[in-house]
């Protein structure tokens, strides 16, 4: 959470004084409610490019010690501030625009600039019909277990089989400690820049302002976001041929859950959001939980051979790798666990609604000690019942008896369908908000409004669900983009984010001035980039080799295929 404090306490304004024939925010708002397109040039901008707004003076005693801008609210659906100056040297904010390129400065030393700002934010929206900032810690940690504690858990009895069982679980714990340290690094990040809505707006600010940093985050953003909820259209149809034993085509079965998700995504605020997610939540708990008793329970797994000349005989269960384990299979392996964890895309949006984000810790800290106690036990229990001959790459394949996988499978399916739904509604509040950011039709019941939001929601799950066909081996074009994506999203950004945040604190030499700690941080936070630029190359290498496998041995199937795709 980069430092917003101001270098050596400098004052410097950044922005020329407004325009005085500048119209009136009004006045932008009436004429950009009657122009559309304009409305999409005018808010499509990242951050600062935008004309000016309406400017009020503001100093107070804190800025006067520190120099620091503060920014206040003007218009009641504003979030998205910017500090200028006037001629007599006050501060000011400007209205009506997105974030200029130098963000609101908040001390380090002092959070009550930042606790002022989301205080301004909280009060703006007392006459909207639709509030955002509502989510308490307690919300926001049910939207996290949903993202975190999804049907990928049951992947990890495969994980450990690969890997050997001691050497899984510290990988567990090891990589769920990274990603904890990340996540807080986002917090402290948000919380010195209260203005940020979402990733796209801190990967500007972390590459210099560059408006080149915005478009690229945001492309990566939006792709990411729009694959995973091609992947859940396709693991809906997998659910439903289980269940009907394939009584329709697949596509059917696609379209169907697509459907279903954009009605799901609805819902505007992270609020409303967050009683689904605490269903799904309860939902997979109970889904992980049956499926290991059954594995516990059942005679013997799926595919159970008694030969073990031929590759059966009792499960076994390996400490270590087996021998002969390729360096594909176990970087894999790991790559799976790791990318389980890795969600921090979403941790800004989910921030910038909360009432109050200093509380956000609990959420991370509640949900990474979750998940390392489910991921665990679920992951070693099902493994050591089923062992390595009969391990499958989705543990609710492992069950023999078709009943209990059909049991155990259908309480994932709350969380198959609200996690598209969340990432769906996470990219269309990010084009919702440059659209209508300024305007009555944000934080109001307005029919442009609700046509808007859903209108970008169909067009998120049409994309979504024609990629999915489209793409005969989808699957594993989600694990390159994972691969690109994962190592910006879940590594390098935030090592290059508490580099800057501590350059801004204590100078350029912050990891002498600091003493050890300061060495120690800095190494620390380039082995996590490093780590990203691991994931970025070895972690493509690996996906793409796997592509190249399966098309030798014929496992793709064709575009739109009614083929089916049960487990």
């Not at 085509?249 to 009683?275: H, M, W």
Request: with cysteine; proline share 5%.
């Amino acid at each position: 959470m980069a430092n917003a404090g101001r270098a050596e306490g400098a004052t410097e304004n950044h922005f020329a004084h407004p325009l005085p024939l500048r119209p009136s925010s009004q006045q932008q708002e009436a004429y950009l409610s009657c122009c559309p397109t304009l409305r999409l040039i005018y808010f499509s901008f990242p951050l600062g490019s935008p004309p000016r707004g309406d400017c009020l003076p503001v100093k107070t005693a804190l800025d006067i010690e520190s120099g620091v801008t503060t920014p206040l609210l003007k218009d009641d659906n504003l979030t998205r501030l910017d500090g200028g100056g006037d001629d007599d040297g006050n501060d000011c904010v400007q209205f009506g625009q997105r974030r200029g390129s130098k963000h609101a400065r908040v001390p380090s030393s002092d959070s009550s600039v930042s606790r002022d700002i989301v205080w301004k934010h909280l009060d703006s929206e007392d006459g909207n019909s639709i509030k955002y900032r509502t989510c308490s810690w307690q919300k926001t940690a049910a939207l996290l277990f949903s993202e975190y504690i999804c049907l990928a858990v049951m992947s990890f009895p495969y994980s450990y089989a690969v890997l050997g069982l001691v050497p899984g679980l510290i990988l567990t714990v090891l990589v769920a400690g990274v990603v904890l340290y990340t996540s807080l690094i986002i917090w402290q990040f948000c919380l010195r820049h209260p203005e940020v809505r979402d990733v796209c707006d801190i990967g500007q600010y972390l590459f210099w302002d560059s408006q080149v940093a915005w478009y690229l985050t945001a492309a990566m953003f939006l792709l990411n976001n729009t694959f995973i909820q091609g992947l859940h259209c396709l693991v809906g149809a997998k659910y439903l041929n289980i269940m009907t034993d394939h009584g329709a085509c697949t596509i059917v079965f696609v379209a169907l859950t697509a459907v279903i998700s954009f009605i799901c995504s609805l819902p505007r605020t992270f609020d409303t959001l967050s009683k689904l997610a605490s269903l799904a939540a309860l939902c997979t708990f109970i889904s992980v939980t049956l499926a290991t008793v059954f594995a516990v329970v059942q005679p013997h797994p799926a595919h159970f051979t008694p030969d073990p000349g031929g590759g059966g005989g009792e499960p076994t269960v390996l400490i270590w790798p087996a021998s002969g384990t390729t360096f594909v299979a176990a970087m894999g392996a790991f790559l799976n666990i790791s990318y389980t964890f890795i969600g921090q895309i979403t941790l800004p949006s989910f921030i910038a609604e909360m009432k109050n984000p200093k509380e956000f810790n609990k959420s991370l800290y509640v949900v990474t000690i979750a998940e390392i106690i489910v991921f665990s036990i679920v992951g070693s229990v099902i493994y050591a019942y089923t062992g390595n001959q009969y391990m499958t790459p989705l543990a609710f394949d492992s069950l023999s008896n078709s009943i209990h996988k059909k049991i155990s499978f259908s309480f994932m399916v709350p969380t198959l369908i609200f996690l598209g739904v969340l990432y769906a509604s996470i990219s269309a509040r990010f084009i919702f908000f440059r659209l209508f950011d300024g305007t009555h039709h944000k934080g109001n019941h307005t029919v442009i409004g609700w046509l808007s939001w859903g209108t970008i929601l169909a067009a998120a799950w049409a994309i979504a669900f024609v990629i999915a066909e489209v793409i005969p081996f989808f699957s594993d074009l989600l694990s390159i983009m994972s691969s690109l994506f994962d190592s910006f999203f879940g590594f390098i950004f935030w090592g290059i984010a508490y580099i800057r945040m501590r350059r801004e604190d204590y100078g350029p030499d912050f990891y002498r001035n600091r003493g050890w700690r300061g060495l120690a941080g800095f190494i620390f936070n380039l082995f996590i980039i490093v780590i990203g630029f691991y994931f970025l190359g070895l972690g493509t290498y690996v996906s793409i080799e796997s592509v190249i496998l399966k098309y030798r041995q014929g496992g793709f199937g064709s575009a739109f295929s009614c083929a089916d795709n049960r487990l």
